[in-house]
């Protein structure tokens, strides 16, 4: 995506606006039933040890109309839980949150579509679904039809379309109801190179209109590009919030802190085999991967250093001080 | 507490009145769709139900040919044909309301699952699609009851049975989609039952011509309550006030199933989309 959203204007953020997605306190768990004799079970008396994952920790969380928010962290870390609230799929358990505008998420694109409808009476169920006026869709209509470039075949059954089809269709819908708020993900793949261009034009365009963007990848350098701001999540809690650089380097800092750790546990568990062990072909596999995995090591504690460095100076340079972060600011 | 749960239903389809009705006719699409003779499956299959079981009563054990119903202590002998018409066609739309009504929220999960949908409007769209059958349906059976029986202003009481059975089993799918959405056991036992269910309602016999007490116990069965009622209104020429005890055990039924569905919704609401 990086070239498109290299310098782009951007309206102004308004700092003393009303925040237009505010988390307060938010948690999320979800119970994991071990069976389906247990789930059965819960519908009726409360489970007494159930099994339960935090994905989201006490997440409190202000975003202001134009802002553009980029949500990093690795696999499981409550991003998509954290976006699912904001789209109102999900609900917390504790904690409030409010968001106010219409959220368009290009993130299921083809939700909602009914297959035996054509392209076209689709297009008019969404709007529905999303709670638009007949008046609203017609003109958003003919927008839907040139954008998805279907031809003919918007006026045909939409489970004739292929996957891609019914992806540009999605997307031509998400795109032109005006959101207020919209919702990114990385893994967003439509169609082929031409029709991919032109979404990442289209959202460049909805984004300089000045919407509230939230942007998730696990690509530090993409969110860069487009986010002033960025939040790293790790086990559903918000670890950092400021300046998406600043966020980054303390995201990769981590990252690489993590693996560090992991890298050493299983250096110290390969010497103990070797010191150990009474299989000469453990021992002998166990030496040979060892020096590996210290060169990893060395790389990393270098790597790190880089990170911790290049955070200082960071923080000095904005700040004064290394001891301030852009999350008091 | 029930009126905090009820607001949260009634927000739900506020501003979503016109959705309710596309969305209900687009469920008629996607059943009857790509089938050549479309909507005309939707007379077929139950005229060929009605074709097997009258074929059984009337042809094969050959005494049950009639039907004798004691009504204002008087006998009317009805053709069991007639007699089973006229149980059947509630009948139809109480099956498909009660075994389909409770699969409904799995079988729409992409509504709860990908976006921000009011999920309550589910079960009322596809129960309004089940009405328009319904309603067509009762129209043909209206046809041939004029035809072999005649008219009556006891008919209009159409006008309150349909209204409440569509209501009485929306209130079940309140409490049944939600449970089955969290747990397949739970469907599978809806299914079960209703298969059964069937033989203890008077759809191809008299409820009321049972040995004491069982004609007593039916009257528990909510189902005879609409299969019986639509035969007041177009065979027994009755209203449904004057078998008083039938119309207060409803009544009763009604009003637990209607605080039971309210309270089922909205303890599982917000955990379905975690499990579906």
């Not at chain 1, 954290?82 to 409030?96: A, C, I, Q, R, S």
């Not at chain 2, 079981?53 to 049950?64: D, P, T």
Request: a neutral charge.
């Amino acid at each position: 995506m990086s070239e498109f959203f290299e310098n782009m204007d951007r309206v102004e953020v308004d700092m003393d606006s009303k925040p237009v997605i505010k988390f307060d306190n938010v948690c999320k768990t979800y119970t994991l039933y071990k069976s389906d004799q247990e789930r059965f079970r819960a519908l009726f008396i409360k489970p007494k040890h159930p099994t339960l994952h935090r994905a989201l920790d006490h997440v409190s969380l202000e975003i202001r109309k134009g802002e553009a928010v980029g949500i990093m962290g690795d696999n499981g870390c409550g991003k998509s839980t954290l976006l699912k609230t904001v789209t109102g799929v999900n609900f917390p358990d504790e904690g409030t949150v409010e968001v106010h505008g219409m959220v368009a998420a290009l993130l299921e694109l083809t939700a909602g579509f009914s297959i035996d409808m054509t392209g076209r009476e689709n297009i008019y169920l969404k709007g529905y679904i999303l709670g638009l006026t007949d008046d609203e869709i017609k003109v958003i209509e003919e927008r839907v039809v040139d954008f998805a470039e279907l031809g003919d075949y918007i006026d045909q059954p939409v489970r004739t379309y292929s996957s891609g089809m019914k992806m540009r269709l999605g997307f031509a819908i998400n795109v032109n109801i005006s959101p207020d708020i919209l919702v990114v993900d990385e893994a967003l793949a439509v169609g082929d190179a031409a029709f991919k261009a032109k979404c990442k034009n289209k959202i460049r365009e909805i984004i300089e209109t000045g919407v509230t963007v939230l942007f998730v990848s696990h690509n530090a350098a993409q969110v860069e590009e487009i986010c002033e701001r960025a939040i790293y999540m790790k086990k559903g809690q918000i670890i950092f919030d400021g300046p998406t650089p600043e966020t980054r380097l303390v995201y990769i800092t981590d990252k690489r802190e993590m693996q560090i750790e992991r890298r050493k546990k299983r250096i110290a568990q390969l010497e103990k085999l070797i010191a150990t062990s009474d299989n000469e072909e453990d021992i002998e596999a166990a030496k040979n991967v060892l020096p590996k995995h210290q060169k990893r090591l060395e790389q990393f504690e270098a790597e790190l250093a880089q990170y911790t460095e290049d955070l200082k100076n960071y923080r000095i340079e904005k700040y004064g001080s290394a001891d301030k972060t852009g999350f008091d600011q | 507490m029930v009126i905090v749960f009820l607001r949260d239903i009634i927000n739900e389809h506020k501003d979503f009145g016109k959705q309710i009705f596309v969305l209900a006719k687009t469920e008629l699409i996607k059943t009857y769709k790509g089938a050549a003779i479309g909507p005309f499956w939707a007379v077929v299959k139950p005229a060929f139900t009605l074709f097997v079981y009258w074929f059984a009563f009337s042809i094969g054990i050959k005494k049950l040919g009639h039907v004798d119903v004691l009504i204002h202590d008087h006998v009317l002998s009805f053709d069991r044909f007639l007699f089973m018409l006229v149980g059947f066609i509630p009948w139809f739309f109480i099956s498909e309301s009660i075994t389909k009504g409770a699969k409904e929220i799995r079988l729409n999960r992409q509504y709860v699952t990908k976006i921000n949908f009011p999920v309550s409007t589910i079960m009322t769209f596809t129960s309004i699609a089940r009405l328009y059958v319904h309603l067509a349906l009762s129209l043909i059976m209206y046809v041939i009851v004029s035809l072999m029986w005649g008219t009556s202003w006891y008919n209009l009481q159409i006008f309150f049975y349909m209204p409440l059975m569509f209501l009485f089993f929306l209130f079940l799918s309140w409490s049944t989609a939600p449970m089955c959405a969290f747990s397949r056991d739970m469907e599978n036992a809806i299914v079960s039952i209703m298969s059964g269910i069937f033989w203890l309602t008077g759809v191809i016999y008299n409820s009321y011509d049972l040995p004491a007490p069982l004609d007593k116990i039916m009257l528990f069965n909510p189902i005879n309550f609409f299969v019986n009622g639509y035969r007041n209104a177009f065979l027994y020429n009755r209203f449904f006030f004057e078998f008083k005890t039938e119309f207060f055990i409803f009544l009763a039924e009604f009003i637990v199933l209607f605080f039971l569905g309210v309270y089922n919704y909205n303890r599982l609401r917000k955990k379905i989309p975690d499990v579906l």
